[in-house]
């Protein structure tokens, strides 16, 4: 969740609030990203998320056993997501456990993401602004303030294709059009008010002889 504290300092709590209770309710892999990204019973994908923002997708994708390394260039937004791992870390528990199969790292995912061979990476652009309540309307107003917007969103893609070794996963609004200069998904999942595009990704393999 992302909040203001009683200094109206902008926060990342990944204990409390929606995330805390998101992890509490127990929805599990049956829920639309893990789907998408290719869970299944005895199957945990390495993951990378290459625009963090919020970092709850990426706590989702850890709780259910995920090794998720997350890319954010916003220098201020990789300060909050840094303290709040910190602060799940020293939460203990369950959080603790979580927060330790998330590793964060703070640069260009065009570039990060050429050093990197994940199973599944997943992108979530920001979009227009939605309009489902005014608390999503406020918070999403927050985080466009910190993060800007992301005008170089098919580039991450066509990087994320390049990297990821089984599927890229594309965040985007249920009813937004395709990316323009995107290839169309291998197939899409849809939750309430978001879908998810899934590109398998086939390499081809190398031989020894």
């Known amino acids: 969740m992302a909040r203001k504290d009683e200094s109206q300092e902008f ?16 929805e599990g892999r049956g829920q639309a990203l893990p ?16 625009t963090a923002g ?15 390394t997350l890319i954010e260039r916003s220098p201020e ?7 709040g791992i910190a602060r799940a870390l020293a ?5 603790e456990e979580i927060a330790c199969r998330m590793k964060l790292l703070h640069g260009d995912s065009r570039e990060l993401l050429k050093t990197l061979s994940p199973d599944v990476v997943v992108v979530d652009p920001m979009h227009p602004p939605r309009h489902n309540s005014a608390l999503v309307k406020k918070e999403m107003r927050m985080l466009r303030d910190v993060v800007g917007s992301d ?22 609004p249920l009813r937004a059009a395709p990316m323009e ?3 169309k998904p291998s197939h899409q999942i849809c939750g309430k008010n978001t879908r998810y595009d899934v ?10 002889d």
């Not at 005008?151 to 985007?172: F, G, N, T, Y």
């Open 91 to 95: 939460a203990g528990g369950i959080y």
């Open 54 to 68: 919020l970092g709850r997708d990426a706590f989702l994708l850890a709780s259910l056993g995920a090794h998720v």
């Open 77 to 83: 937004m990789h300060a909050h997501l840094q303290d």
């Open 11 to 26: 926060v990342v709590d990944f204990v409390g609030g929606a995330v805390g209770h998101r992890l509490r309710s127990g």
């Open 151 to 172: 005008p170089d969103q098919l580039e991450v893609m066509e990087a994320a294709l390049r990297s990821a070794k089984k599927r890229v996963v594309l965040k985007w």
């Open 199 to 208: 590109f398998m990704v086939f390499r081809a393999e190398v031989s020894d």
């Open 181 to 183: 200069g995107l290839q």
């Open 35 to 50: 789907k998408a990204a290719g869970f299944s019973k005895g199957r945990t994908p390495t993951i990378v998320d290459a």
